[in-house]
């Protein structure tokens, strides 16, 4: 068989990349090998653990009920697992059957599901799931294989009660106790949901505060928000190792001041993020390079190897699902002869779906000021805003980060509620290097949390205005 693209993995960077190069005429396989395109964002990331928190979210307000007005009979709100997992099961079947049927609207696509591995610069062999191996010739391929959990090497870790990202979604009860390693995004929000449902949870981290890369203060003030939800926080916790215990474990780690610890759980949730998956790619009969940090690119996402290009988790940090498909899409287009725009690190945004939530857009404070920016900070407070006041989660705060001399919006940080619902805002002002004035000047609804933003930026015109006065 000959294409003009193989695209390798059916995930949020492969899927788009595949639909849209197909959709420009060339004549495309996308070779895929799970069960269905999603990749580990439909099936094992994004979504499962989303629909696990809706059900947790909506279980913690109605646990409220009686202070917005309801009365709901004492003792009678359960959780039924089996039933949040089948609804999981459902959304999940029906968003594959969707991408695929989509997929196979576009003539010049085929769809291959088995894995590929490359002979060489133009060649691969694709093994279907069933069915023999074939060679296959190439113009272009597209390498978008993702990301595996990292597994810590410490003594007990192939136990069957440590379980990585991927199992903790298909657990079949709820766990009375669990461990939690890592206080990254994915640990972070695996601990607070299985919190809410009910589980007594501790979550250890060995860095000195929770989501490294995250501005300071909001880390700071979702930590507060973990141990009022009841979650037993450690920082600065080694694992030294994790043994059996009759069907639970104990897990062995040294806290902050080098003390002994154990933390009795019925599962450990191994959260130590994840790495690029270059596993049985051929990439040894190329040029590509990759180290444990990704494989290479140029800025057109490019790899040594010409004609063979990169996108999503399989670059490394970011790792995230829109960042794949941006990749993806403007990849898509420069190959198809279109004017395409790369995405840049620095407008990157990302939602941690904790509780309350948190928003990156841009750069942070830190990062700001690291870049060599006359950093101005301008700040909201939910405790005050009626539409937070209104929801019952007058809780968290924005911070708007901005150039003092261009102007333009740098960064904006939201803890809150419903902070991912202001991100499409946030992340607007900072790709398009929107300046504080015409944000504050922009008519934001009332009552939304997205008076916040233009609040914020009003706040940056004032500290402007008392600054030329002094
Ligand atoms: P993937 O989605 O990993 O897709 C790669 C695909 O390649 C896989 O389907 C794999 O089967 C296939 N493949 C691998 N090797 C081969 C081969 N040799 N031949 C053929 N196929 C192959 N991101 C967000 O933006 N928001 C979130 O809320 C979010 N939550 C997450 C929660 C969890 C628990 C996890 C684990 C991740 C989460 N992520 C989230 C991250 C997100 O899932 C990834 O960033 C995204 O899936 C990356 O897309 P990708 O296309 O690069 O790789």
């Excluded at 993995?9 to 990349?17: D, M, N, R, S």
């Excluded at 060339?26 to 499962?48: W, Y």
């Excluded at 006041?389 to 809150?416: I, N, P, T």
Aim: proline content about 5%; glycine content about 12%.
């Amino acid at each position: 068989m000959k294409v003009d693209f193989l695209v390798i993995g059916g995930g949020p960077g492969g899927t788009p990349a595949a639909m849209a190069l197909a959709s420009a005429g060339r004549r495309v396989l996308l070779v895929e090998k799970g069960a269905g395109l999603g990749g580990t964002c439909l099936f094992e990331g994004c979504i499962p653990s989303k629909i696990l928190r809706e059900s947790a979210r909506r279980l913690q307000d109605i646990r409220r009920a009686q202070e917005f007005g309801l009365q709901i009979p004492a003792g009678e709100i359960g959780v039924d697992w089996g039933a949040i997992m089948k609804r999981k099961a459902a959304i999940l079947r029906g968003r594959a059957e969707g991408a695929l049927q989509r997929a196979r609207q576009i003539p010049t696509l085929s769809v291959q599901f088995g894995s590929a591995a490359l002979l060489g610069p133009r060649r691969a062999r694709i093994t279907p799931r069933d069915g023999t191996p074939e060679d296959v010739e190439f113009g272009s391929a597209i390498i978008t294989t993702g990301s595996v959990p990292n597994l810590l090497p410490v003594t007990g870790v192939d136990l069957p009660q440590v379980l990585t990202s991927e199992q903790v979604l298909e657990i079949d009860h709820l766990p009375k106790r669990l461990a939690v390693i890592g206080a990254g995004p994915i640990g972070v929000e695996m601990a607070q949901i299985l919190a809410a449902f009910g589980t007594r949870v501790t979550l250890l981290e060995a860095g000195p505060r929770i989501l490294a890369p995250v501005d300071e203060e909001i880390a700071l003030a979702l930590e507060d928000h973990i141990r009022r939800q009841g979650i037993a926080l450690e920082l600065g916790a080694r694992i030294a190792a994790i043994v059996r215990d009759g069907d639970e474990v104990r897990m062995q780690y040294r806290d902050a001041a080098g003390t002994q610890r154990e933390a009795q759980a019925e599962f450990v949730l191994e959260a130590t993020g994840r790495r690029p998956n270059v596993d049985g790619l051929g990439l040894e009969h190329t040029a590509v390079r990759h180290d444990r940090h990704g494989v290479k690119v140029d800025a057109k996402l490019e790899t040594d190897e010409p004609g063979i290009y990169a996108v999503g988790d399989v670059l490394g940090h970011p790792m995230f699902a829109h960042w794949a498909t941006a990749q993806a899409l403007a990849l898509a287009a420069h190959l198809a002869g279109r004017a395409a725009r790369f995405p840049a690190p620095a407008v990157n945004t990302a939602v941690i779906f904790s509780i309350p939530v948190v928003g990156i857009a841009g750069l942070t404070e830190t990062e700001a000021r690291s870049a060599g920016h006359a950093v101005g900070v301008a700040r909201y407070d939910y405790r005050a805003d009626a539409r937070a006041q209104v929801s019952g989660h007058a809780e968290g705060f924005l911070k708007l980060v901005y150039d003092q001399s261009s102007r333009a919006v740098l960064g904006v940080h939201v803890l809150a509620d419903d902070a991912a619902s202001l991100l499409g805002e946030g992340a607007l002002a900072v790709g398009a290097g929107i300046a504080v004035e015409t944000l504050a000047a922009a008519i934001h609804p009332h009552p939304t949390l997205s008076e916040s933003i233009g609040t914020a930026a009003r706040e940056a015109l004032a500290a402007r205005a008392s600054s030329a006065r002094r």
